[in-house]
């Protein structure tokens, strides 16, 4: 069972940077498909980012198209996600996901992809 544990959240200032980290328990995941999503008080999980295995092919929501970037060290089992220009509405619990494959490009925002996911950590951007 892989097992994913997401670090670094945290609260700053809008207009700060924040940087997650998520390390997966094995090295199978190196191979996967590894994913951000967020979920705010009152609302649905969405997609934030998602990058394939080797990090070719990355995707982001609209949102955070140019302030986000989505990385990972696959030596480390790790998947980053930087997060600059922070905003209120970027407030959430983000969740790092881990999929064994994912069957097209337009599924790589779908939760129901994801095989695996993190217990969340919190960011929270003041204004």
């Known amino acids: 069972q892989v097992q994913v544990v997401e670090s670094g959240g945290g609260l700053v200032q809008a207009g700060g940077s924040l940087g997650l980290s998520c390390t997966a328990s094995?090295?199978?995941?190196?191979?996967?498909?590894m994913a951000w999503f967020r979920q705010a008080p009152g609302k649905d999980r969405e997609f934030v980012a998602a990058t394939s295995w080797n990090g070719g092919s990355t995707y982001y929501t609209d949102s955070v198209k140019g302030r986000f970037t989505i990385s990972r060290d696959n030596a480390k089992n790790t998947v980053y996600l930087q997060m600059n220009s922070l905003k209120p509405e970027d407030t959430s619990v983000y969740y790092c996901a881990a999929a064994a494959a994912v069957s097209s490009g337009s599924m790589y925002s779908t939760s129901r992809s994801y095989d695996y996911w993190g217990q969340g950590t919190q960011v929270t951007v003041s204004s």
């Open positions: 094995d090295s199978t995941t190196v191979s996967f498909v």
